[in-house]
């Protein structure tokens, strides 16, 4: 596919989608549209009771007087509460519309605003949207086979908006790797096959390390090592730096969990749903693909990316529950639940990243627990941390991207229920209750005095059905949100885009 910017002009073939504010309100382009087929488009609405609110579609086929294919409107709203993260939505909507399509115009021109970064929005969202995991399907010849399509988005900008799009396609790149990372079988994305694909960021600019076993031992790492413990398959820490300063300033973190399945280990998992464990590294996979947005639009800021990857199976070597491992920062840990092994991983990669790396902020990110998926559902993650200006950060990036993001509880009364009879602390709490807060209350013991955020992203890296911007399935959730984090807060750009 391909995306391309331009002025307004009534295209001579494919789909023509035409934005319409609440009220029936056609923009400019729009009633010149009308006007060339003969009041096409105020009939289409009025048949259709069509008048502009959100999620609202009609379609003219085959318009009369003018040379394209279709006219799709799409309802955005009040006109006045149009901004980039509905025109993101706009553009995944308008291919979503128009399925089959070979060319799509997208025309936002007269909406208001800055013109540019809205057409630049639009076209991030296509690009979002026409995304797609075929790796493993058979050809589809003819009728059957996929569509991609070329979108041209005209604007009061024109051909100006590619500038601010060319930011948002390298973020869109990371995206991308993300979904595809995500999507991967287990017993093709093992933690070998998954540093491998890392290693190949060097070409990038991306400096990549990589901690195996031995390394890793001798470090002390043996709560993630535990974890790994039943599989035959290696474990890894990969250390990931974009070195975007020319100064030695300190580096932001973001360090990912990366269990590659989880089968639960020896307090194994019910069958029904086990298979979508293969996402369980979904921290590491946006960890990753954060890392090679940056590196693609050049980003001035200087950045780490540490991920543990690992494989939790049941065997005659796993960890059993009861086990009592001492992590790398010399704290001991009473396993309880084998199930509960994510945080194992995290406590010793953020000990390496913290010890080792001296960064000024650490963000972790992993799929963690259901029980966040039971407090806030599919359309937020949990955020928790130590640092109210950091909490605030990520979430204006979320409210800026549309990535939700709600920031939960921490307190001691949560962190007395992780304290251990015979160990510093077990990696369960008491029961089910405040499963996730307990989960993050012990990843806290392993961070120190650094501002830290701990997101949970169970519930959002994978989607159960189609969106807007994206297929079913891996969602790539958080990638654009952390650029942003990383534009406004590191970079200071407050844009998005390198300065």
């Not at 009771?49 to 003018?66: C, M, S, T, W, Y």
């Amino acid at each position: 596919m391909t995306i391309s910017f331009a002025t307004s002009s009534t295209p001579t073939d494919g789909t023509l989608v035409l934005p319409v504010a609440e009220g029936r309100s056609l923009t400019a382009a729009g009633r010149a549209v009308d006007e060339a087929t003969g009041g096409a488009l105020v009939r289409a609405m009025a048949a259709a009771r069509f008048d502009g609110k959100p999620e609202q579609q009609a379609a003219v086929l085959a318009p009369h007087g003018i040379g394209c294919d279709r006219v799709v409107l799409l309802g955005i709203g009040k006109a006045d509460e149009f901004d980039t993260a509905r025109a993101l939505r706009l553009g995944g909507r308008a291919v979503r519309a128009a399925t089959g399509a070979a060319t799509i115009a997208v025309d936002v021109t007269g909406l208001g605003g800055d013109a540019a970064a809205l057409a630049a929005e639009v076209g991030l969202g296509a690009r979002l949207r026409c995304w797609r995991f075929d790796r493993y399907r058979s050809a589809k010849p003819g009728e059957d086979a996929p569509v991609t399509p070329d979108v041209v988005v005209m604007s009061d900008a024109g051909g100006d908006a590619a500038a601010g799009f060319a930011a948002r396609d390298a973020v869109g790149e990371g995206v991308d790797f993300t979904r595809e990372l995500i999507s991967e079988p287990a017993n093709v994305l093992t933690p070998r096959a998954f540093m491998e694909r890392l290693t190949g960021l060097a070409s990038l600019g991306i400096d990549v390390e990589v901690l195996d076993r031995d390394r890793m031992a001798a470090l002390g790492m043996n709560a993630l090592l535990g974890v790994a413990q039943g599989s035959v398959n290696e474990p890894y820490l990969v250390v990931m730096r974009w070195t975007g300063r020319d100064d030695e300033a300190d580096p932001v973190a973001f360090v990912g969990k990366g269990v590659c399945f989880d089968s639960g280990g020896i307090s194994i998992k019910p069958a029904g749903g086990m298979e979508e464990m293969k996402w369980d590294m979904g921290g590491a996979g946006i960890v990753a693909g954060l890392m090679r947005g940056l590196a693609q639009r050049k980003a001035r800021v200087n950045v780490v990316g540490v991920v543990g990857l690992v494989e939790n199976m049941p065997s005659g070597t796993a960890q059993r529950p009861g086990d009592v491992v001492r992590s790398m920062s010399g704290q001991t840990i009473e396993v309880i639940n084998t199930d509960a092994e994510g945080r194992l991983v995290l406590a010793d990669a953020i000990t390496y990243t913290r010890d080792h790396l001296k960064p000024t902020a650490i963000i972790d990110l992993a799929t963690l627990t259901g029980a966040i998926i039971v407090s806030l559902g599919s359309y937020n993650a949990g955020l928790f941390a130590n640092d109210d200006s950091l909490a605030d950060g990520l979430l204006a990036a979320a409210r800026a991207t549309g990535e939700g993001l709600w920031r939960m509880p921490l307190s001691d009364a949560y962190d007395k229920d992780i304290n251990s009879d015979i160990a510093d602390m077990k990696n369960v709490g008491k029961g089910r209750d405040g499963g996730s807060i307990t989960a993050a209350q012990f990843i806290k013991r392993f961070v120190g005095e650094t501002p830290w955020a701990h997101l949970d992203v169970a519930g959002v890296v994978w989607g159960k059905g189609d969106t807007d911007l994206g297929p079913k399935g891996a969602t790539g959730y958080g990638v654009r949100l952390l650029d942003r984090l990383v534009a406004d807060r590191f970079e200071g750009t407050g844009s998005g885009e390198a300065a």
